[in-house]
């Protein structure tokens, strides 16, 4: 049951940052890695992470599309039908 006395507050009091962490937003640590292009140092703090340029972002997608990768295995008869 609530109190009808008790006046709501209308605080501009700052709240405290929800630290979730996973979810979204920028990671607070910077993490640097090689870009999977062309190998130069890139970090988290950059557009294109993992990437060192947008550039290499696009190469990476364009070896996807030329085929460059490759499901490493044969799809299976039993992957497909496994649920049924
Ligand atoms: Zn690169």
């Not at 109190?3 to 979730?20: F, G, I, L």
């Not at 140092?41 to 996807?64: I, N, Q, V, Y």
Request: hydrophobic share 25%; charged share 30%; net charge negative.
């Amino acid at each position: 049951m609530t109190d009808p006395k008790q006046p709501r507050q209308h605080e501009a009091k700052p709240k405290a940052k929800p630290d979730s962490g996973t979810d979204s937003g920028p990671a607070p640590e910077i993490v640097a890695a090689a870009c999977r292009t062309c190998g130069q140092t890139t970090t988290s703090e950059c557009e294109t992470f993992p990437f060192c340029s947008d550039r290499c972002r696009m190469a990476d997608l364009g070896k996807w599309f030329n085929e460059d990768y490759r499901i490493s295995r044969a799809i299976k008869d039993t992957d497909i039908e496994a649920g049924d």
